[in-house]
């Protein structure tokens, strides 16, 4: 019984325009976090009462160093502020007040965004693979074993109040939010970098001398001792104040960056050897290590800001004028209020209108990720890149139609191509083996975090449109699935036609060399490896060729688009 692809279009299943907790993958708990050291995995908890012996060890041994003679000289010597640190005489700028402001409000929603997207797969590794047991970082227990466990069953919930939208699995909206506030943060940062050398600004912020190190460690132990070094902030940064700032500035963030878009199936497979050195894990990790030192110097920086000062501290950042005035202090408070609304209000406006955030997101860089498509990744590794692991994931084949293919091996199995074709056909399995087999060995990014090396065999999708010869009305690529989705409904997906084009782009039957097999999406799956793990298509059951995909589903492109909210374009 031959199924035409307009049957397979109305098995398609519309989706709610916001987020519908009863319909959505239910909670589950992760653990707190823990760290692997050596063999063994230690909570972070422990840091807490680690951390608070090591701040009183550290102020009880400060205040007897600072009795000693020799120290005593070396803080004279060195009172804090670098000698030859240049003096700022311009104070705060506005341009510098409103930018400080900005960049708390965008990084309110990059952080608490970006621990929702850790939670979609809550492990970290150094390796490209993701095996289970080779993770350094969790906060779920051991991956199960004996049975299908999918990077989907893997993902945890965290608290609301932390992550946007603060609900399981919700990392297409988290991404929205992410990657948008991301362009708004890059903006703000190079503006301010512009700026900075534009005027005398800088010199408070880069170390001009060596001096700044002996400063550094003469503010610590003046600070640790609970005898504050004087404050000339206004002027002049003392020796720790700067080089954190200079961390923060001028590392960290250029880290996230770079290692954000590392991350990228788009980027990372377009670098060549580059992108293989700088593997998606270990970007990963390291992306989470600058995170975790924002948080570090923002909690720092805000408890710095109490007790240095709160009256002259605001006055500087919030108001430019150094005098004893309260002129800073209300607008401080003004900031705070703002940030809170925006905590608060962030998740539920997420949840409620959460096509808004995907459309909104898709305006605001959707585009931009997109021209990623446009290069052709020819990143390939060898044999001994095999990962002994590919984290299973998607919602299997459930169906009388697909196990009676599978019964018989699959001889029944037709791949029916129509639509704005010259020719359309049906292939069966031994014909798609009859034409030149392509092998390659590429890495598998999934949008949720993990990675993974396998060697597809298959078809070249130029070879299959050279044969079906599109129309030229033809602009898309919709590939149907012979299993449903997690929420009812055909799973399926749309490509741009000229991402068919690309070299490695192939309809697989073969995995590590042997025939796909089911769980990696028997009899044929879509390897397109510029593009995000969900856009490829397990369980092929046909490809149609279209001008517009509006009329499909729910019209977003795609089954995780429609039901996810993720992007229809995503090399990033
Ligand atoms: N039909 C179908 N195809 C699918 C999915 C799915 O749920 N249904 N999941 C996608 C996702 S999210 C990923 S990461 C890959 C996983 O492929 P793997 O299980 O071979 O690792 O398949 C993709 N293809
Ligand atoms: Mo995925």
Redesign the pocket.
């Known amino acids: 019984m031959p199924v035409t692809p307009d049957h397979l279009e109305a098995l398609l299943s519309r989706a709610d325009d916001r987020l519908l907790l009863n319909r959505w993958l239910p909670p589950q708990e992760g653990i707190v976090p823990r760290v692997r050291i050596g063999r063994r995995w230690v909570s972070v908890l422990w840091a807490l009462p680690i951390g608070a012996a090591f701040l009183v060890a550290l102020i009880a041994i400060a205040q007897s160093l600072r009795e000693l003679p020799g120290v005593q000289a070396f803080i004279k010597a060195y009172p804090g502020i670098a000698q030859g640190a240049p003096s700022i005489d311009s104070g705060f700028p506005w341009w510098l007040q409103v930018q400080h402001f900005a960049n708390m409000v965008f990084m309110l929603f990059i952080i608490r965004a970006g621990v929702q997207i850790l939670a979609d797969h809550p492990r970290l590794y150094w390796r490209r693979d993701s095996t289970p047991g080779t993770d350094w970082f969790r906060f779920q227990k051991p991956v199960p074993k004996g049975r299908v466990w999918?990077?989907?069953d893997d993902s945890v919930t965290i608290p609301a109040w932390l992550g946007i939208p603060g609900v399981r699995h919700s990392i297409g909206l988290a991404r929205w939010w992410h990657f948008s506030i991301n362009l708004l943060w890059v903006i703000n940062g190079v503006l301010f970098y512009v700026l900075l050398f534009s005027t005398d600004q800088w010199r408070r912020l880069v170390p001009l001398t060596w001096g700044v190190f002996p400063a550094a460690l003469s503010t610590t132990l003046q600070y640790a001792s609970l005898n504050f070094p004087v404050d000339h902030s206004w002027t002049r940064y003392n020796g720790l104040q700067q080089l954190s700032y200079f961390v923060t500035v001028f590392i960290a963030a250029p880290v996230s960056i770079v290692t954000g878009l590392l991350q990228s199936p788009a980027i990372s497979n377009r670098l060549g050897g580059l992108g293989r050195l700088l593997n998606r894990q270990a970007m990963r990790s390291v992306h989470f290590i600058s995170f975790a030192w924002f948080v570090f110097f923002i909690l720092g920086h805000g408890v710095m800001v109490f007790v240095t000062g709160l009256r002259e501290n605001t006055n500087h950042m919030f108001a430019g004028v150094e005098n004893d005035t309260w002129a800073g202090f209300p607008l401080f408070l003004l900031a705070m209020v703002i940030l809170a609304a925006a905590w608060l209000f962030a998740s539920p406006l997420t949840l409620r209108h959460a096509r808004l955030v995907q459309r909104t997101g898709g305006f605001m860089i959707g585009w931009l990720k997109a021209l990623a498509e446009h290069g052709d990744p020819r990143s390939q590794l060898s044999d001994k890149d095999i990962s002994p692991f590919?984290?299973?994931?998607?919602?299997m084949?459930d169906s009388a139609e697909y196990d009676a293919l599978l019964a018989n091996d699959f001889a029944a199995y037709r791949l029916r191509i129509s639509g704005l074709v010259e020719a359309p056909r049906a292939f069966s399995l031994a014909e798609l083996k009859a034409m030149a087999k392509q092998e390659q060995i590429t890495c598998?990014f999934?949008?949720?975090g993990w990675s993974?090396v396998a060697k597809w065999g298959g078809v070249p999708m130029r070879e299959i449109l050279e044969l079906v010869r599109p129309t030229p009305a033809a602009r898309y690529v919709v590939f149907y699935?012979?299993?449903d989705?997690?929420d009812g409904g055909r799973?399926y997906?749309v490509h741009q036609l000229f991402n068919m084009r690309h070299d490695l782009t192939i309809l697989a039957y073969e995995?590590n060399g042997a025939p796909l097999n089911v769980?990696?999406?028997a009899p044929l799956?879509l390897r397109c490896e510029n593009e995000?793990?969900?856009?490829?298509?397990?369980?092929i059951a046909a490809i149609e060729f279209v001008d517009d995909f509006a009329h499909l589903g729910a019209g977003q492109g795609g089954?995780?688009e429609d039901h996810e909210f993720y992007g229809y374009r995503m090399p990033i």
């Open positions: 999918t990077s989907r590919l984290w299973p994931n998607g919602t084949p598998h999934c949008i949720q993974g699935s012979l299993a989705g997690a799973y997906d995995m769980l990696h999406g799956r995000l793990g969900f856009k490829m298509v397990k369980w089954y995780n």
